[in-house]
């Protein structure tokens, strides 16, 4: 009898972790919300490592309002002082301050010559680029598959692991239609900003020419509960 109660218990312990398992949107619904609050601003920076050692560094004021509105401010390097970046929905501009005018960038653009693209930046919402799939979990992460549901997305597919602990991405692999890796990334330096806690530093290789790599940071990462609708439109650039 003990031999059968024994047996039913290991039949119903998968059962049980199954059943605590989160499902590949909730997943994402929550990468989304780590990595792209509703709204908040902060200060960020981007250091782009070049083949031949060489690097450059970007040092921007940030605004994300809602889903679909993003907008930078670069304070260094002193030649990019005045540049700004606009995004509204899936239009995306640069203003350069010795036109006075914007121009159209493109998502998967290089984002100022460095190894992340501007959708990496400027539209992390991946509930609603993507299509999820769980593919694997161990103890302690989550594995999903991401398919891009729009040509605006950053990638058409993503390997994506999550921890299993709180939800925050661990790495990354973004890869083309054809199935080519172009780059991996490391999550790394999760700190609490106000509660929330987030990696503050991401590293992306590029596995296309391997000898180069960018690191997003963090400095400063508050969230907000709104922010003013007119620092969101074409006429406010540069002013």
């Not at 990595?35 to 083949?51: I, K, L, Q």
């Not at 161990?138 to 729009?150: G, R």
Request: proline share 3%; charged share 30%.
């Amino acid at each position: 009898m003990k031999s059968l109660a024994l047996s039913l218990c290991l039949l119903l312990l998968p059962l049980a972790a199954s059943a605590e398992s989160k499902s590949a949107e909730e997943l994402l619904r929550q990468y989304d919300a780590i990595m792209g609050p509703a709204s908040f601003e902060g200060v960020m920076v981007m250091t782009a490592h070049r083949e031949d050692g060489s690097t450059r560094t970007y040092r921007m004021k940030v605004m994300k309002s809602g889903a679909d509105r993003f907008r930078a401010w670069f304070q260094e390097p002193a030649a990019s002082r005045g540049q700004e970046i606009l995004r509204v929905g899936d239009n995306s501009w640069v203003y350069m301050p010795n036109l006075k005018r914007a121009l159209r960038i493109a998502n998967r653009d290089s984002f100022q010559g460095g190894d992340f693209n501007n959708a990496d930046v400027l539209r992390t919402n991946y509930t609603r680029d993507y299509d999820a799939k769980l593919v694997s979990e161990d103890a302690q992460a989550y594995q999903l598959e991401l398919h891009a549901k729009t040509d605006e997305a950053a990638y058409d597919r993503i390997n994506l692991w999550l921890s299993k602990a709180e939800g925050i991405p661990l790495k990354g692999e973004y890869y083309t239609v054809s199935g080519k890796l172009l780059r991996t990334a490391e999550f790394m330096e999760v700190r609490d900003f106000g509660g929330l806690r987030r990696p503050s530093r991401v590293l992306m290789r590029n596995m296309i020419v391997t000898q180069r790599f960018s690191e997003l940071t963090f400095d400063r990462f508050d969230v907000r509960e709104s922010l003013p609708s007119g620092r969101f439109v074409l006429d406010d650039l540069g002013r």
